[in-house]
């Protein structure tokens, strides 16, 4: 079983709309969470953490359900620069090794 | 966050041929780690690089194949020894941020072997 599942997507959205990404980790002793963004060809690039409580930055709100081991991201007011693959990263307790899903694959339409 | 570079930014190889990959920091970190990215695949961890110590590889990447030095705080590079077809991939550098265990990575190295 994979460390992280997320699914592909793609997700097409009109501008304007709000979205929102799902991600499993398998280890229930993983011990952070992040959300990355990579737009093509390009590297990835942090985009927030995911704190036990939720946090919001923005149009963009993380949330973390420890119990059911998942992840989301919530988007609103989707923005065409919005377009870009969303990665889901988990951490295991004591290690810097950083697991990554697959990512899930955003465009947003005009 | 830290600006990191690399290069090459590509290259296309020759298979049995090796390729030494750089990565530079503008400031100095303890850690940094070298990463695989395959075609359509997630980011994999190839090694973690301490100054002053071996790399630790993780499972499925070994010494040999994948050699790395770590020779101060700014800098380190991997090297792809005897190239594969297989081993075209694009290979990322990241280091260490300032949050728990954030990391921020270099441009990557896009690699193809022919």
């Known amino acids: 079983r994979k460390e992280v599942e997320q699914d592909p997507g793609p997700f097409n959205v009109p501008e304007g709309a709000t979205v929102a990404f799902n991600c499993t980790y398998s280890?229930?002793?993983?011990?952070?969470f992040f959300w990355y963004r990579q737009d093509c060809r390009k590297e990835p690039k942090l985009l927030m953490s995911v704190y036990s409580s939720g946090n919001e930055d923005g149009r963009f709100t993380a949330q973390l359900n420890r119990a059911s081991q998942y992840i989301s991201l919530l988007i609103r007011d989707s923005k065409l620069s919005d377009s870009a693959t969303y990665l889901c990263?988990?951490?295991?307790?004591?290690?810097?090794?950083?697991?990554f899903g697959t990512g899930t694959r955003l465009t947003v339409i005009p | 966050s830290a600006v990191i570079s690399q290069k090459p930014s590509r290259d296309i190889c020759q298979r049995g041929t090796s390729l030494t990959i750089q990565c530079q920091v503008d400031?100095?970190?303890?850690?940094m780690f070298w990463y695989r990215q395959q075609p359509g695949q997630s980011l994999t961890l190839i090694a973690t690089a301490n100054q002053g110590s071996e790399a630790t590889y993780e499972s499925g990447f070994v010494i040999d194949k994948f050699p790395i030095s770590r020779p101060n705080l700014t800098f380190s590079t991997l090297t792809v020894s005897n190239m594969s077809p297989e081993d075209s991939s694009i290979y990322l550098c990241s280091v260490e941020g300032t949050g728990a265990y954030e990391q921020y990575f270099g441009p990557g190295t896009r690699l193809t072997v022919t």
């Open positions: 990263v988990v951490t295991n307790t004591g290690a810097n090794n950083l697991f």
């Open positions: 400031s100095q970190v303890t850690m």
């Open positions: 280890n229930s002793a993983s011990q952070s």
